[in-house]
């Protein structure tokens, strides 16, 4: 009993020491050996106990730019293509071998969630290209951190091209976000790369901080603003945030185009007015008193009032009032019966006397229909002007 429990005690042991030896390789696997010969045809590999692999006609022709910088007694991998040929040799491939260290590599950083530098190669419309140990990759506009995410008026496809041609060359920090072998797919993301100190720095604000800042961006739904973040102690750091003031936050009166508002150099002010995750949204109309809060103290329903047309739409004119504060009210179609003989009774840029139909200042709404001269003087209709001036009174 004693001597077969030796037995397999150095049996074990001998297990131990040549774990290899039983693990012979298979047909896919990726091995390592030194490089014995290279002649223009074929490249030869110890494999040690293994034997002897060779790399040679289609392989060899795949791997030229790998093989080209290699010499005797360099120590490659291989994967094995063939585990033995009629010669005895191990074919193996070293591009073969290449993509699948690379395919691992990319496997490991995806389940460590780890970052890793890439270079910029190219550009096209819908974001960068990079690469990963030698696996092509796609770094795609909406993954890119603010500082770096095109801001382009009108998202004219040319001028985008044209800014994200600007970081070719350039080295960004990403994170693999999603990867598919079969497909040879590699999608990575700047912002997930940089979401550590993301939040770090967001963590440091909330919603209703005033901020200042400088618009860094304008694009068609809003302008973007960066500011310096404040450190533990209150001092100003190096690190900045940026966020949007969507267009409906730019002001209290009907923004169209946000370029009319802010350009990019200004320096504001704005109010914090959301955090979502690593997304700030801001306000620059919530620091500025509420015209309809103002208006509500003069204007009512049934008023008459003077107003200039500003735009046409299906639904019908908005139009500008000024009362003390500007606002704007819409003076529906169906006031007109179509939006021909709309566009027939009124003219863009010219003044004229509306009706104060309905006055909803918290829900900052109004609607107007066009006075008619031929409205009898008996109906007594306040008008704004008189309204005005009393008011004026009661201050004085």
Sequence with gaps: MEAQAKVNFNMQNLALKLPKAFNVPKTGEVIEGRIIKKTARNLYIDLGIWGVGIVYGIEFNNALSIIKGLKAGDSVFGKVVEIEN?????????????????????????????????????????GLMIEISGIEGFLPVSQLKAEHYPRVEGGEKSKILEELTKFIGQDFKVKVLDFNIQESKLIVSEKAADEEHLKAAVGRHEVGDIITGMISGIVDWGAFIKWPVKTADEKIGNETLEGLIHISELDWQLVENPADFVKVGDEIKAQII??????????????????????????????????????????????????????????HVSEFGSEDKMKRALEIGKKYQFKLLTFVPEEHRMSLGLFKEEMTVKEKIPVAEEKITEERKEIT
């Design 86 to 126: 009629e010669n005895g040799l191990k074919e193996l491939s070293l591009s073969g071998a290449q993509s699948q260290k690379s395919w691992d590599l990319i496997r490991e950083l995806k389940r460590t969630n780890q970052a890793i530098a890439v270079k910029i190669l190219n550009v096209n419309r819908g």
């Design 274 to 331: 959301d955090i979502m995750n690593d997304r700030i949204s801001l306000s620059l109309k919530r620091l500025k008193t509420d015209p309809w809060k103002t208006a509500s103290a003069i204007l009512e329903k049934g008023m008459i009032i003077d107003g200039a047309v500003k735009k046409f739409n299906p639904f019908g004119a908005f139009v500008e009032v000024a009362c003390g504060e500007t606002l704007q009210g819409l003076c």
